[in-house]
């Protein structure tokens, strides 16, 4: 089965913090993302990334950075916590072999409290 | 737009069907997926349809799926109370990124 493990299922941090939120797949899977889920909002892309070292921005990439240093590792980074990003936070990744679904596969997911 | 369109909230009866919603927007999208997300879990995926289907059935699920108004639907039967949960559909973007991209989800209430 594949595993998507997230580092905290709740966090709670202060204003102007820096703040890592940690992704470990074990599927050996090229795409990784990052997302964010508020009420009637749904889920919302921050950042994702198709290979080591690459990256790019999802639809709101404001005040985050990401890092892949490793294929497996994801980290998804609030350089200054403010409260507007009190939200949980959802990592997937999913492979890139043609013909498959390309269904992707979500952690339990993190929630942060900014206070 | 990118919107993926479903209704907020259903409630129905335990034993009887229930029929989640959706329209999406991009006719190339070539899956379309169904997620489900249990309270205080990440997103689980139920079941996707590939685009050159109509129907798929699984078990107590069927997904519908109508290319030609963008609409997919889910029909869960003999709805029960663990089917309690929010679910979201979503579509493929099959340019480089494969992102998904996701409705706002709706909230399924099985009553006793």
């Known amino acids: 089965d594949v595993k998507v493990t997230q580092s905290s299922r709740y966090l709670v941090k202060r204003t102007g913090e820096k703040v890592f939120l940690e992704c470990v797949q074990d599927m050996d899977h090229e795409n990784m993302f990052w997302y964010r889920q508020d009420p009637g909002l749904g889920l919302r892309l921050i950042y994702f990334?198709?290979?080591?070292?690459?990256?790019e921005k999802g639809d709101i990439p404001e005040g985050y950075s990401v890092s892949r240093e490793k294929k497996e590792r994801f980290s998804l980074i609030l350089e200054s916590a403010s409260t507007n990003q009190t939200s949980m936070y959802l990592c997937?990744?999913?492979?890139?072999?043609?013909?498959?679904?390309?269904?992707?596969?979500f952690g339990p997911g993190t929630r942060l409290t900014v206070t | 737009g990118e919107d993926v369109e479903q209704s907020l909230f259903l409630s129905v009866r335990e034993g009887d069907s229930s029929v989640i919603n959706c329209t999406y927007t991009d006719s190339s999208s070539t899956y379309l997926y169904w997620y489900k997300q249990e309270p205080g879990a990440g997103l689980q995926l139920l079941t996707y349809i590939f685009s050159n289907m109509d129907m798929k059935q699984d078990q107590r699920l069927t997904v519908l799926l109508n290319k030609k108004d963008k609409h997919l639907s889910l029909r869960i039967a003999d709805t029960q109370t663990g089917d309690s949960a929010i679910y979201f559909c979503a579509e493929i973007r099959m340019d480089s990124s494969y992102k998904l991209i996701f409705g706002s989800g709706t909230r399924l209430l099985v009553r006793p």
């Open positions: 997937a990744s999913s492979p890139t072999k043609k013909g498959q679904p390309y269904e992707q596969y």
């Open positions: 990334s198709y290979d080591v070292k690459m990256k």
